[in-house]
């Protein structure tokens, strides 16, 4: 096929062939530089959730023994605060018995016997004169105490005069004892409810750190697949720019052959000559008007 000579156009073809191919092979590089700098940006930010997904995991594992510590301790603790409660409403009870024996039952037989010791004491003054008198006969027995019988019984009475009121002082403190037993009883009954409430509470929080945790491990394997789906999409995204810079290079070879050939193309006067030259059948040039008719088409000759 022969092209018809047009230098403007086929210059242009050329520049365009060159200027596709350049940004072709630049668009290429270009491209897969840009690939690899996305795929380093979005591989360091999936490693730094993976380490901070790390130590979210840590923290909710520490958190978790320390969840399980305190349970363990709050167990102790009811344990001991049952028992303890178990000893205050026996210890109350006591102390109540006590309180009503010693303001009571002993209170009243003390008073008894300090009401009777003077009795006793005049008594025990007869008995003493008559044994004095006994041991001053020549058969009678030898008396001289050295603490006559009427003064120790009066000693006696002089020792259990207090007594009466140190047992109603007694008997107030082991009431108000009781009283205050049976206080920290209830109180460490109210205790022990809300120790059981708060490990209820505890043992929600452990099954919510577990499913955390549950949440953490199933996050850190998808940073880890992400990675390495990041890693094989990059280098095919990479190889698949690259090869598209390529062809789009290797495409412009027809704008440049169709330059190469707009500027090595016939002029318009070589054409018009060969047509002369032809016989009848191909461009009838002797048959009067078709001649110049095409003549006068292709213009006038060069001299």
Partial sequence: MTVRRNPVLGAVMLVVAVLGATFGIVAAALGGRLVSQIETSVDDSLGVTNEAIATVTDTLDVTSQMVETVRSGLVTITGATGTLQSSLGDASQVLGNASDF???????????????????????????????????????????????????????????????????????????????????????????????????????????????????????????????????????????VVALGLLFAAGQVVPAWLGLQLLRGERPSQDLDQRRREGPDDGPIGDGGGGRQQESEAGPPRQ
Wanted: net charge negative.
């Fill in 102 to 240: 010693t303001g009571g039952s002993l209170a009243e037989a003390i008073d008894t016997i300090d009401t009777s010791l003077p009795t006793i004491e005049n008594i025990a003054g007869t008995i003493d004169d008559t044994l004095r008198l006994l041991s001053s006969t020549p058969f009678g027995p030898d008396y001289d105490p050295s603490v006559p019988f009427d003064e120790a019984i009066a000693s006696l009475g002089d020792a259990l005069a207090p007594l009466g009121s140190d047992l109603a002082e007694l008997s107030t403190g082991l009431e108000q004892l009781a009283t205050a037993s049976d206080t920290m009883s209830q109180d460490l009954v109210t205790l022990m409810a809300d120790v059981g409430a708060l490990d209820t509470q505890l043992a929600e929080v452990a099954q919510l750190v577990d499913r955390y945790q549950t949440t953490a491990g199933d996050a850190t394997e998808l940073t880890i697949r992400s990675r390495a789906d990041l890693a094989s999409s990059a280098a095919t995204t990479r190889w698949l």
